[in-house]
């Protein structure tokens, strides 16, 4: 006899405001097994908490349904208390009654009401036939896979290293660095102090648990958070300039492929890739660092630059929607190096907006301006073109409201940050998600920023979105505490609720294994029948679905289970 | 005294960036001090509505983290506490914290509610940002954690006139203590993390938006509490002089920021992208409202920032005008709003129902105190300097001592948490060399010092 609690959340007025609560409590009350049912204004507080646990222990619960929000925000929550009244924490299940019942379905409270008792009884019928499970526990190898040897990169592999746990860092140019190897200086302050690059890449190559792999590429991957084999490919100069293939165990990836710039050939209205004296945001960096300002058609310095921001970011019909982040401060940097190196020299900066967010940031631009003489306008370049040996902006400068033309020996295109080349196929390898501009996706946009939606693999640096340095830094610094925290088990835990084969029943069909998108099924290698890799499997039930025997089933979602809930709707 | 490494943290505030550096590091298997001025731990992030790009609701993304700091068995809890001495060096300080009297034994409390509930005192809630109210006895939100009340001597009639005691009356456990008094603890721990986040620039210190006089006036946090389905209105858009729902409102952007001369210098990062959804949440609850926003750079540098903005302007028809606003005044029932509209060169006059101000972030008072307690250099402002701009953000110049969030300057949620993250795996690091190895070092450092 089931002995099942049910317990509704007010989710203070997200549900009570819309949801008739006491005559939800009243009508599961009512409901076959359910032998209390209460409702509380936030179930997920303490004292809602310790209602669950009181009921459980007085009541001698078998089964709690829980009917709040998703079971994304609070299920983990729900169990952990249930657990620590003595329940198995897979007898506690979630009825969506706030995204699936109040949230869409404000103006007609009467439906939403009676839907939300409907959807809490059929959970009351999952609930009547869980099983009390516990956990899988799986191995982890503690090592790392970084990719990308790049600050993001660097400073992943060696705080990694530096807590104790061995690296394999691959890079596919060949020399570590990255971008921040071909900047002039970094900005704000000029802090451009290059030895610290230096020195970080020193103590990576020499640092004992760090495997560097440089003109290397991850070729293939398999397996699972804790329990990867990464194969790497390494080109290896000399005889016949062959590729060598080596396989790692590793229990944790970090992506840190960084970004790349639009290609200047994409902007033929500016001339870009034809006219040799429009350059990129790069090949500037590269003249400052050379210490060396000219025009790469006749060597000669440059009197007046034209800066373009946004070159083809911001600009969702024709290119780049999104903003590159990082382009506003570098530009305001190299019209002050320019200024500084090229004194009677004048810099002019179109721009949409100045986005110079941040401690010290708004005031280095401020001095760009006040100090150096540099002169912003705010307005798009519609084109250049070359004209005797020099070039012509067309632009027009959006304050005065006037379309302007004007001459200018160098002009420099602040091109959109792009994701680097080979991160779709990355993505595809390592089946970590990638978003609408080809950037890598984090788990969650606010709350889980250096995690990607795949278990193990964590995200570091501009790979997931461009960013300046500290903010790349920072985050490279973030995803290493993943890391650390998945090192520090001693075997991980993972969901129970997985596809299982009855022997009995399985004719080795092979129509799982086809069906599954986690390659978690495939067929033994002698016997007829198939089997589950249950650290793979993600609970979709694809596989239970394509069965035509009713052989795979998945645990706690039993045919008999789906029917039964079924059965507690109205038709 | 110091009797060895000792591989604990202390964690100072307990916002987005101190929560998550402590699950961090507790999750890691280390043990956690964390320490919050509050009753209950959530920080900015509990006050606001929904957040952007994808308006998820705040409150709700939240609570399952803190119930998860509020329950980790390797995080020792101390809210309604300040840390006031720290000495020693790494891996071995010694921290003094004084836990304020809550004149509530919360070993007993069950935060039922009915003291609360009973209390006769109303009083303006910091929390609500002077929107809402709150009782003498109170906590924070029903959602607080902990979910334990505090009483407010100032406002509780108690304490003021010697007589009322309406929730030792009805409290059914007996948890009412009005004999409490601060204690001191004292912990030892081998790192620090500064998780102490960030104020606004106060409405008082610009008469040119009124000055905090103008009822209508508001500032962008008391504008989340009247957004957030928990807040004191229940999510309605409501004017605060007369409860009416505004018609027309206006958003001005670099409220204090960006301006050297008269206030502060610096960009406060976070007002483009808050304000533009702001607007948008208003205009979910005002259907015919309209929305001005006067900005001067819109900054939406992040990911789908750009899109959203681009999304409040032509799908949401909010009204954006580049300039600044020179004058905000009251008249009759109407705020009026006095600016430029530097695109077209002409002047602009809007007569708003109501006006919200983002003002400058600035750094919290309680910094500048921390900063001087553990020798951390500060800038001209105030914010935190961390040990090299570039490659060491977490870090500062004192070893085993990392900042975590927007201590160090404005920062939004995502890159708040990957900042505690990165602080976190910088202790991780501390703590996971082994014994031998950390005690030498340990004992050089003791050496130099």
Redesign the interface.
């Known amino acids: 006899m089931a002995c099942i609690g049910v317990f509704v959340c007010h989710c203070?007025?997200?549900i009570a405001?819309t949801v008739d609560v006491e005559r939800v409590v009243e009508a599961l009350q009512a409901y076959p097994g359910v032998v209390f049912a209460a409702d509380y204004?936030?179930m997920?507080?303490?004292?809602g908490?310790?209602l669950i646990q009181r009921t459980i222990e007085a009541h001698a619960l078998d089964g709690v349904v829980v009917a709040a929000?998703s079971p994304a925000?609070?299920e983990?929550?729900f169990r952990?208390a249930a657990a620590a009244a003595g329940l198995n924490p897979y007898q506690v299940e979630i009825a969506n009654i706030r995204e699936q019942v109040s949230w869409p379905h404000q103006n007609v409270p009467e439906e939403a009401t009676r839907k939300a008792i409907e959807t809490i009884q059929s959970i009351v019928e999952k609930v009547r036939y869980d099983e009390p499970l516990s956990p899988l526990s799986l191995p982890i190898v503690k090592r790392a896979l970084v990719v990308g040897g790049g600050?993001a990169g660097l400073t992943a592999a060696l705080?990694i290293a530096?807590?104790?746990y061995p690296v394999v860092l691959v890079e596919r140019a060949e020399h570590l660095g990255g971008r921040v190897d071909q900047l002039s200086d970094?900005y704000?302050?000029f802090?451009g102090?290059r030895a610290?690059?230096q020195e970080?890449i020193d103590v990576v190559t020499e640092h004992p648990l760090i495997d560097l792999l440089t003109q290397a590429e991850v070729t293939g991957l398999e397996g699972y958070v804790g329990n990867f084999t990464a194969d790497v490919t390494r080109r290896v100069a000399g005889e016949g300039d062959g590729e060598q293939s080596t396989r790692y165990d590793v229990g944790a990836i970090v992506l840190a492929t960084g970004f790349e710039l639009y290609a200047k050939v994409n902007l033929p209205e500016y001339g870009g890739g034809r006219l040799p004296d429009v350059v990129d945001s790069l090949q500037f960096e590269e003249m400052v660092r050379r210490g060396e300002i000219v025009r790469p058609s006749d060597g000669r310095a440059p009197r007046e630059v034209v800066w373009v921001q946004c070159a083809g970011s911001?600009d969702?019909e024709r290119h780049r929607?999104?903003?590159s982040?990082i382009c506003?401060m570098y530009v305001a940097k190299q019209a002050i190096a320019y200024r500084e190196m090229v004194p009677e020299g004048q810099a002019y900066v179109f721009y949409i907006?100045?986005?110079?967010?941040?401690?010290?940031?708004?005031?280095f631009v401020?001095q760009a301006m006040e100090e150096f003489g540099v002169v912003y306008l705010r307005g798009k370049v519609s084109k250049i073109i070359g004209q005797d040996g020099r070039l012509e902006v067309w632009g027009s400068d959006?304050?005065s409201?006037r379309a302007m033309r004007m001459g200018a020996d160098l002009v420099v295109l602040a091109m959109a940050a792009t994701p680097s080349a080979g991160s779709d196929d990355l993505s595809r390898l390592m089946h970590a998600a990638v978003?609408e501009?080809g950037?890598f996706a984090?788990a969650?946009?606010?709350?889980?920023?250096?995690e990607s939606p795949t278990a193990g693999v964590y995200l570091a640096g501009a790979a997931?979105?461009p960013k300046d340095?500290?903010?790349t830094?920072?985050?490279?610094?973030?995803?290493?505490?993943?890391v650390?925290?998945l090192f520090?088990q001693e075997e991980m835990a993972a969901a129970p609720t997985v596809a299982v084969v009855d022997e009995k029943l399985c004719s080795g069909c092979g129509r799982c294994v086809e069906v599954c998108p986690y390659d978690a099924r495939e067929l033994h290698p002698w016997r007829a029948l198939a089997t589950v890799n249950a650290a793979l499997c993600q609970s979709c039930g694809a596989c239970a679905v394509a069965c035509p025997n009713k052989a795979t089933r998945m645990r706690n979602m039993s045919p008999g289970q789906i029917l039964a809930m079924v059965e507690a709707l109205s038709w | 005294m110091g009797q060895g490494f000792t591989s604990r943290v202390l964690i100072i505030g307990a916002g987005i960036a101190g929560m998550q550096a402590a699950l961090d590091v507790a999750n890691a298997g280390y043990d956690v001090v964390l320490v919050e001025r509050a009753p209950s731990i959530g920080g900015r992030m509990a006050q606001l509505s929904e957040t952007f790009p994808t308006l998820d609701c705040a409150q709700c993304i939240l609570t399952p983290r803190t119930v998860e700091v509020g329950h980790h068995e390797r995080i020792a809890l101390y809210t309604y506490a300040e840390v006031i001495g720290v000495e020693g060096e790494i891996g071995d300080f010694q921290v003094r914290i004084r836990r304020h009297a809550t004149y509530v034994d919360w070993d007993a409390c069950t935060g039922c509610g009915l003291c609360q509930e009973k209390c006769p005192t109303r009083v303006s809630a910091e929390f609500e940002r002077d929107v809402g109210e709150r009782k003498a006895i109170y906590t924070l939100s029903p959602q607080a954690v902990p979910n334990k009340p505090v009483i407010d001597r100032e406002h509780c009639i108690f304490f003021q006139r010697g007589k009322c005691k309406a929730c030792e009356r009805f409290c059914p456990v007996g948890a009412i203590d009005y004999e409490q008094e601060d204690s001191i603890i004292e912990e030892q721990v081998g790192a620090v993390i500064v998780a102490t986040g960030y104020d606004l620039y106060p409405l008082t210190r610009m008469p040119e938006y009124g000055g905090g006089k103008t009822p209508d006036v508001i500032d962008a946090l008391a504008f989340e509490r009247l957004l957030s389905a928990s807040g004191p209105t229940a999510g309605k858009v409501l004017r605060p002089s007369d409860g009416r729902a505004p018609r027309e409102i206006v958003f001005i952007q670099c409220a204090g920021s960006r301006d050297p001369e008269k206030h502060m210098p610096h960009c406060s990062k976070i007002c483009c992208m808050y304000t533009a959804k702001q607007a948008m949440l208003y205009r979910h609850r005002v259907h015919d409202g309209q929305a001005y926003i006067f900005y001067i750079d819109i900054r939406a540098a992040g990911k789908r920032y750009d899109e959203f903005t681009q999304h409040a302007m032509e799908d949401e028809r909010v009204v954006y005008l580049r300039g600044k606003v020179s004058r905000v005044f009251r008249q009759d029932d109407k705020v009026m709003v006095w600016g430029a509209d530097t695109l077209s060169g002409q002047k602009v006059e809007i007569a708003a129902d109501m006006v919200v101000v983002a003002p400058a972030v600035i750094p919290r008072p309680q910094t500048t105190i921390l900063a001087g307690m553990l020798g951390l250099p500060l800038d001209p402002q105030g914010w935190l300097l961390p040990r090299d701009t570039n490659m060491r953000p977490v870090e500062t110049v004192r070893p085993g001592i990392f900042v975590a969030g927007t201590g160090v300057g404005p920062m939004d949620i995502p890159e708040t948490v990957a900042h505690a993250s990165g602080a976190a795996s910088h202790v991780l690091k501390l703590f996971s060399h082994s014994c031998s190895e950390r005690e030498e070092e340990w004992q050089l450092v003791k050496e130099r010092v």
């Open positions: 203070g007025l997200n405001g204004k936030y997920c507080s303490d004292p908490q310790e929000c925000m609070h983990t929550t952990k600050i705080s530096e807590a104790g970094l704000l302050n802090d102090d610290f690059l970080r911001r969702p929607s999104y903003c982040k506003c907006d100045i986005r110079s967010q941040g401690r010290g940031y708004d005031e401020q959006t304050l409201g978003d501009s950037f984090e969650h946009p606010k709350l889980r920023p250096v997931q979105f340095i500290p903010e830094v920072a985050q490279a610094s973030g995803a290493t505490a993943k650390l925290q520090a």
